[in-house]
């Protein structure tokens, strides 16, 4: 299988945070995360759909979801060196983002 790592980000948004703030703050992130060769892309922010016969994730209630791809695991590997670092270059947007959202699982999948 030879597919992109990507980092999948499940949360609520706080009480008063509208998804267009949270979506400006999200591309303002990722924005930084490409420019910096710390990814190659992100989803936009998705909604969750409850009401499908395909959603069967019970125990969580997360309303939305990001995913952000990167090219490989070395660069996967360089993005979280950055932000467990808290690297300038990318620390504002990313607690930016962070200070938006309540709630969050992440989970790292590659193939």
Aim: without cysteine; charged residues 20%; proline residues 5%.
């Amino acid at each position: 299988m030879d597919t992109m790592p990507m980092l999948v980000s499940q949360f609520n948004l706080k009480p008063g945070v509208t998804a267009g703030s949270f979506e400006t703050a999200w591309k303002a992130f990722v924005a930084e995360l490409t420019a910096l060769d710390l990814a190659v892309g992100s989803s936009a922010l998705m909604s969750r759909q409850k009401d499908s016969g395909f959603d069967t994730d019970a125990p969580r209630d997360h309303r939305f979801m990001t995913l952000i791809r990167f090219s490989d695991q070395a660069q996967a590997d360089l993005a979280w060196t950055a932000i467990e670092t808290a690297d300038p270059r990318i620390g504002r947007t990313h607690v930016g983002v962070l200070a938006l959202v309540e709630d969050p699982v992440f989970t790292f999948w590659a193939g």
